[in-house]
């Protein structure tokens, strides 16, 4: 069973850093993609990014293309949200998610498993 376990996130000032982390476990990952959405209340889970673990190939969403970058471990099995310049609009609940095809995808849907989430917090 695929378990991915997220950690970081916190409070940060407009233009500021945060680094998210996820630990999966529980399979090899090789033909994994592996995303990161967020979500506010009221609003549907959006996507931000998405890595093939194979060959590290990352798509982003327009809204955080030159700010966010996504990056993966191989030997430790952790996936990372490096998160800068953040702005007011990035506060959500951060959950990554992980499926076992690497063709890639936006939609939630197609993810298998997920993380528990963890918040960011922009303050302007």
């Known amino acids: 069973q695929v378990q991915l376990v997220a950690s970081g996130g916190g409070l940060v000032q407009a233009g500021g850093s945060l680094n998210v982390s996820c630990a999966a476990s529980g399979r090899a990952f090789s033909s994994y993609t592996m995303g990161w959405f967020r979500q506010v209340p009221g609003k549907e889970r959006e996507f931000v990014g998405v890595?093939?673990?194979?060959?590290?190939?990352?798509e982003y969403v327009d809204s955080v293309k030159g700010r966010f970058t996504i990056s993966r471990d191989k030997a430790n099995n952790t996936l990372y949200l490096q998160m800068n310049n953040l702005k007011p609009e990035d506060t959500a609940v951060y959950y990554c998610a992980a499926r076992p095809i690497m063709l890639i995808t936006t939609d939630p849907s197609g993810y298998y498993y997920w993380g528990q989430g963890v918040q960011v917090t922009v303050s302007s």
């Open positions: 890595i093939r673990w194979i060959d590290s190939f990352t």
